[in-house]
């Protein structure tokens, strides 16, 4: 219904701010990660957004990215978690680390967002499997990050047969600081002996 708001940004109350459109106050709950990239106060601010309207409230949500509304609506969209929920995930995570998160089940990485258990953090990893793919970061110039390597070998692992439950535990063991291509040679070395 309300898909993106364009006004003077008038508080900031974390996670809440206020934009006053033309003498109306809007409240809109952000993530963290979009609270901290916000103009200051006084200044135009615009915002994607999210409305979610419940038995006792109609609530805005808004993000500074795409990117970020998509995850948002995703990750509302699996049972048990709620507009709240995603909302704090999105303030513990980036997009871009969910992802990784997400592509590398790390259950760990989740449980550390408050309100996420390992059940929570376990269905939020089998639910956005495969759905998040677009937002892994890109390997650019030839510089990857480890992560990026990891889950490059790990699709590189699937495409051969392998399982990601037989290739993740390999992968994890590996260094950090290996390209692209040795990350696959040694992981399959190590998968042949088992």
Not at 38 to 63: I, N
Not at 93 to 114: I, K, M, Y
Request: with cysteine.
């Amino acid at each position: 219904m309300i898909g993106r708001i364009t006004g003077t940004l008038i508080e900031k109350t974390p996670p809440q701010i206020v934009v006053d459109c033309h003498g109306i106050g809007y409240e809109v709950d952000v993530p963290m990660s979009s609270f901290y990239n916000l103009p200051a106060l006084g200044e135009r601010v615009s915002l994607y957004t999210q409305f979610v309207v419940r038995e006792d409230a109609q609530l805005l949500y808004g993000f500074l990215t795409l990117k970020e509304r998509e995850v948002f609506r995703l990750l509302t969209r699996i049972t048990g978690v709620g507009p709240k929920m995603a909302l704090s995930v999105l303030s513990g995570l980036s997009v871009d680390e969910l992802a990784q998160s997400v592509a590398l089940q790390e259950v760990g990485r989740l449980t550390r967002v408050p309100g996420v258990g390992k059940k929570t953090a376990e269905r939020l990893l089998l639910e956005l499997k495969g759905k998040l793919a677009d937002a892994l970061p890109s390997v650019a110039g030839g510089h990857a990050t480890p992560a990026s390597v990891q889950h490059e070998a790990l699709g590189a692992l699937m495409a051969l047969g392998y399982s990601d439950k037989e290739a993740l535990p390999v992968l994890k063991a590996l260094s950090d600081d290996l390209k692209l291509e040795e990350a696959i040679r040694q992981a399959l070395k190590l998968l042949v002996r088992k």
